[in-house]
């Protein structure tokens, strides 16, 4: 079936140094994926998208980059801050009839100071 | 511009009681959903409108679970009757459009229900 997992439920580093949170998808018919940033007692805030036909997007210090062959996602964040402790979601958009999104478990970030 | 409005931010009940949410969505936004999400999980798509009409319930528990979005801009969700298992973080989310791949949501805060 549809299913959307991180590898990852916790991910622990250390103020300044890069973050890679990863991400597997198993429906080969999603189109468009977005990671998603949920901070505590928020709801879940879009940081960056990438459509199936690329392979890398990067924005202001987050990369994404997608392996459509092993149906992998992977969020790098450079210069991890505390501010980015948070719970970080992969989400995929297949089509099934029409576009629904579905998010993944997610992987919790924590930034050490 | 304003986000997406929800209330109340907390609500505890006993089971077998109604709740009602409610829901206000970015001005302009066609599109708004309803997703509950348990703890340590991610967001489960409950219902999704399109303007005034339902383009997704399949995995709202009708029997206990109903949601409008009357004149197309504010909705609310009800539960009746509640169960243990029902308590969960409700989160309501609006999009420019749907039908289209690229949608990015826009969330707000969220209800917090706990059902005792």
């Known amino acids: 079936g549809e299913s959307v997992g991180l590898h990852l439920p916790t991910l622990s580093v250390q103020e300044g140094d890069n973050s890679i949170i990863n991400c597997a998808y198993s429906?080969?018919?999603?189109?468009?994926f977005i990671w998603y940033k949920q901070e505590s007692g928020k709801g879940p805030q879009f940081i960056i998208d990438i459509r199936s036909n690329m392979d890398k997007r990067q924005g202001q210090r987050v990369t994404v980059l997608l392996n459509k062959t092993v149906k992998h996602l992977s969020l790098q964040i450079a210069a991890t801050q505390p501010g980015d402790s948070a719970v970080y979601f992969c989400a995929e958009t297949p089509y099934t009839g029409g576009f629904k999104t579905i998010f993944g478990a997610g992987t919790r970030l924590f930034v050490k100071a | 511009e304003a986000g997406v409005a929800q209330s109340p931010r907390y609500k505890i009940i006993e089971k077998r009681q109604s709740v009602a949410f409610w829901c206000n969505p970015i001005s302009g936004h066609a599109t708004l959903y309803w997703y509950q999400q348990i703890l340590g999980q991610g967001p489960k798509l409950l219902i999704q409108f399109q303007n005034n009409g339902v383009v997704d319930d399949s995995q709202l528990p009708k029997d206990r679970f109903s949601a409008e979005r009357l004149k197309g801009v504010d909705s609310t969700l009800k539960i009746q009757p509640a169960k243990l298992e029902d308590s969960a973080v409700y989160l309501c989310?609006?999009?420019?459009?749907?039908?289209?791949?690229?949608?990015?949501?826009?969330f707000g805060a969220g209800t917090r229900l706990s059902v005792l």
């Open positions: 989310a609006s999009s420019l459009a749907t039908g289209v791949a690229k949608n990015i949501q826009y």
């Open positions: 429906n080969s018919a999603s189109d468009y």
